[in-house]
């Protein structure tokens, strides 16, 4: 699967910014999606997740209220709405791909995604 984010940018805080990662693979739908953020110096952390058919959505607690994971499955893309960001928001936003589609689970853990896109940054100033 091949990934390819964008939509980074600065933002004051307070701001909004949209998110979007756009995916090269057939049947997209079969694949869970997340979006995970890395500051420097820091683990990889999970943000938002989805399903493959888009039903529940999951959060960190950082972000809950704040952000929404959603998809379009007839574009292959999944997007992070990011509202109310605050400074420690800042980090580079990876969105990652889940082919296992045995299992519904949607797991919080990097090591379990296989597909990787580039990363976009977003800076928050205050």
């Known amino acids: 699967v091949q990934l390819q984010a964008s939509g980074g940018g600065l933002v004051q805080t307070g701001g909004s910014l949209r998110l979007s990662c756009a995916a090269s693979?057939?049947?997209?739908?079969?694949?869970?999606m997340a979006w995970f953020r890395q500051s420097p110096g820091k683990d990889r952390t999970f943000v938002a997740g989805?399903?493959?058919?888009?039903?529940?959505?999951y959060y960190a607690d950082s972000v809950k209220g704040r952000f929404t994971i959603s998809r379009d499955n007839a574009k292959s893309t999944v997007h992070l709405q990011m509202n109310g960001l605050k400074a420690e928001d800042t980090a580079a936003y990876f969105c990652?791909?889940?082919?296992?589609?045995?299992?519904?689970?949607?797991?919080?853990?990097?090591?379990?995604?296989?597909?990787w896109g580039q990363g976009t940054l977003v800076t928050v100033s205050s």
């Open positions: 989805i399903r493959g058919n888009g039903g529940p959505t």
């Open positions: 990652a791909a889940d082919g296992n589609y045995y299992s519904d689970y949607l797991s919080r853990e990097a090591a379990t995604y296989d597909s």
């Open positions: 693979v057939d049947r997209f739908s079969r694949f869970k």
